[in-house]
């Protein structure tokens, strides 16, 4: 089978890989990269657990052939963090306990973080929807969408 060679940025670093064709991006971010936060959880983008944003766009990874992220910005849930200090949205779904086993915490983030990137003053309305694809067996929604008011309320304040 073919190799395909790959170069992209994927959180601010860029990176050059080989990868089959009918590789999916997702499959080369665990396997081939090492970069396991993103999901699969149905394999269809259906559930939203394999969120990922490509050149600012929400993506479900495992649509999404691995070649065809050539020269592409990703962003997976390991680069929202800035090294140790946990990004606004991460912080306030841990202290609002919006996640519970994790297959879709990845995906909500990446989300949630592409909405607050584009609209970083969301109602309740505005969130609802921007997280409707993803899908979250656990904890309910309430928590996640409190926890996306709190985060876009920290993201107001620090950009003071």
Do not use: W
Request: with cysteine; charged share 20%.
């Amino acid at each position: 089978m073919s190799r395909t060679h790959v170069t992209c940025t994927i959180n601010g670093d860029q990176v050059d890989f080989l990868t089959s064709d009918d590789t999916s991006l997702l499959d080369a971010l665990r396997v081939e990269l090492g970069l396991t936060g993103a999901k699969e959880g149905c394999g269809t983008g259906d559930c939203g657990a394999c969120s990922v944003l490509i050149d600012g766009r929400l993506n479900c990874s495992c649509l999404v052939f691995a070649p065809e992220a050539e020269g592409s910005d990703i962003v997976t849930v390991e680069g929202i963090a800035d090294g140790d200090h946990l990004h606004p949205l991460q912080q306030a779904f841990l202290e609002g306990a919006a996640l519970q086993c994790g297959v879709c915490t990845p995906g909500v983030l990446i989300a949630a973080k592409a909405l607050l990137d584009a609209n970083p003053d969301p109602t309740e309305t505005e969130i609802r929807y921007a997280l409707a694809g993803n899908l979250c067996r656990c904890t309910g929604y309430d928590k996640i969408i409190r926890s996306v008011q709190e985060a876009a309320v920290r993201l107001k304040g620090a950009a003071r």
